[in-house]
């Protein structure tokens, strides 16, 4: 049953994707669609990051996960190596939830 499910989605990302390529000459969107297109990619993944950074089996995940990704998207911001920012997140929420900032 899991390897059938597994299957119709894969099929169904390759058909989105196939369809895509297909159908770009095909469909003629408007001037002001074109532009929001890349806008409403970018506003769904900043929604994704928000929900997994803010919360936690459907509550607030607490102060410590929010402080630690505002300190790596601040070391991002500032061009740190990679290795730097995951490090500094984690321990800055590792920390915060040793003194008890849950």
Known sequence: MLI???LALAAGTYGFRVAGV???DRLALPEW???LLPVGATALLAALAATIALTEAGGFAGYARPAGVLVGLL???RRAPFVL???AAAGTTALLRLLGAA
Do not use: K, N, P
């Open 22 to 24: 297909l159908l770009r």
């Open 75 to 77: 070391l991002a911001a």
């Open 85 to 87: 920012v995951v490090v």
């Open 33 to 35: 669609c074109r532009q």
């Open 4 to 6: 059938a499910v597994i």
